[in-house]
């Protein structure tokens, strides 16, 4: 009958070699996880973040609200003009991976929107051509600079919009002389504040935006 053996092992190193060496094995795994990951991470946010921007408020307001006839923008345009925009954004994204250094772990640096918002600004529609009987001459209105970046700074004064059906060049109102005008402020955004931070910013959208990330992770560690 054979006799049952001890198996020994020997480890020569110190706890605090062995620390960096695990340390080190997870880092290398963790960088290749995250470089598999980028892309599928990117993808996955640029599709949460057109439906984000593209169902918010104002631009469901700019299809087809009160704010397309203050801003006298045809239905044509306002459906199409908050279509590219949601695209724009979510095209913006972009997903940088940042490899470990000294104690730093590494990372995600996820990219969404240039703060300068040139590229939503320069879509097609973002402004409206119409003749003003005030001035007796034609004047275009960037209606979408005013409603992403100005605030509440007044657009028109003397005049005030009246909604009226079947009135204006929309058919839901028109300028009416007293008061003034300005993007309402439930809309009106700043260049920190606006319609696009505000879609991005809420907890739904933050919690999928987070489990995208940690399920692609995951995937891709080995």
Known sequence: MAKRGKISVELLDTSAQLE????????????????????????????????AVYN?????????????????LP????????????RTVSQSVFVEVQKPRGKN?????????????ANV???SGSTVDYFSKRN???????????LLTRGDAIIVGKFHFEPTAGRGRTGGGRMEKGGSWKINSQFSGTVSDN??????????????????????IKKNWN
């Open 20 to 51: 960096k060496i695990i340390l080190s094995t997870i880092k290398k795994s963790f960088l290749v996880a995250l470089q598999k990951s980028s892309k599928k991470i990117e993808s996955g946010f640029s599709g949460l973040v057109y439906n």
């Open 56 to 72: 918010c408020v104002e631009m469901e307001q700019v299809r087809g609200g009160s704010l397309r006839h203050e801003l006298g």
């Open 75 to 86: 239905s044509s345009q306002g459906s199409a003009v908050s279509e590219q925009i949601a």
């Open 105 to 117: 772990s590494g990372g995600l640096i996820v990219n969404i929107q240039p703060t300068n918002f």
């Open 121 to 123: 600004l320069s879509v």
């Open 136 to 146: 007796k001459e034609n004047v275009t209105l960037e209606w979408l600079d005013w």
């Open 195 to 216: 319609f696009i931070s505000r879609a991005l910013e809420g907890k739904s959208i933050r919690g999928k935006m987070t489990k995208i990330i940690e399920q692609t």
